[in-house]
């Protein structure tokens, strides 16, 4: 159980932040998104980081 809330927090974390650096216009990866400098998917970013981050600290051995 541990571990899948490891790889989840993990995997949460990562797409936090980059829905953080795209709501701030910091990432334009992939050109195309539409959530590229739309400040609410970085507050929908923070949300899901904050997540993977309480996720890691629960599944930490």
């Known amino acids: ?3 899948a809330l490891l ?3 993990i995997l949460a ?3 936090g932040l980059l829905w953080i ?3 701030t216009g910091m990432v ?3 050109q ?3 959530m590229i400098s739309q400040v609410q998917w970085a507050w929908y970013g923070a949300a899901l ?3 993977g981050l309480a996720l890691i600290w ?3 051995p």
């Open 28 to 30: 334009a990866w992939p």
């Open 49 to 51: 980081a904050a997540v």
């Open 7 to 9: 790889v989840i927090g």
């Open 58 to 60: 629960r599944g930490w």
């Open 32 to 34: 195309s998104s539409f």
């Open 13 to 15: 974390l990562l797409v």
């Open 1 to 3: 159980m541990r571990a």
């Open 21 to 23: 650096g795209q709501g």
